[in-house]
């Protein structure tokens, strides 16, 4: 048997099987709701690699852990590799919020021997998009790295 029963906030229709409770048909719309926003938390969770999501949120704890039990360093995704990725954020964060650049995130892909020279996919090498934003932390930090590799 389906019964229509009015929705008390929005007076919309709802459709209730069963025997006419109220509460089933509460109860068959939440759990509707809750399985739509696990699925899309889901898919935005999963858009990113987990290394690119720890460089997204600036969460170097996280990406130091992943890079430390076996993720490349010089990961691509999309257009960024890990390292044009960090300091795109770190600029871009700095510029929308206005607080100082920050580095973190190049200096823990850096450190777990991320190639300072490895262009994404356009080309861009990550002294290029550190000179994009005036991250002058950055290209010390990537010249320093750049003449060790040299060194070698």
Not at 98 to 116: I, Q
């Amino acid at each position: 048997m389906v019964q229509e029963d009015r929705d008390a906030q929005s007076g919309s229709a709802i459709g209730q099987v069963g025997g006419g409770d109220s509460r089933s048909g509460w109860r068959w719309r939440q759990s509707l709701a809750d399985g739509l926003r696990w699925r899309l938390n889901t898919l935005v969770k999963d858009y990113w690699t987990p290394a690119h999501h720890a460089v997204e949120h600036e969460d170097a704890e996280t990406l130091a852990r992943l890079l430390a039990d076996g993720a490349d360093p010089n990961e691509v995704f999309s257009t960024m590799t890990l390292l044009t990725h960090a300091i795109d954020v770190e600029g871009d964060g700095s510029l929308q919020s206005g607080r100082p650049l920050a580095v973190h995130t190049t200096a823990v892909l850096l450190a777990f021997g991320a190639d300072p020279e490895l262009a994404d996919p356009d080309g861009h090498t990550p002294m290029d998009v550190a000179d994009h934003y005036g991250h002058d932390l950055a290209v010390k930090l990537l010249r320093a790295h750049i003449q060790r590799v040299d060194h070698r």
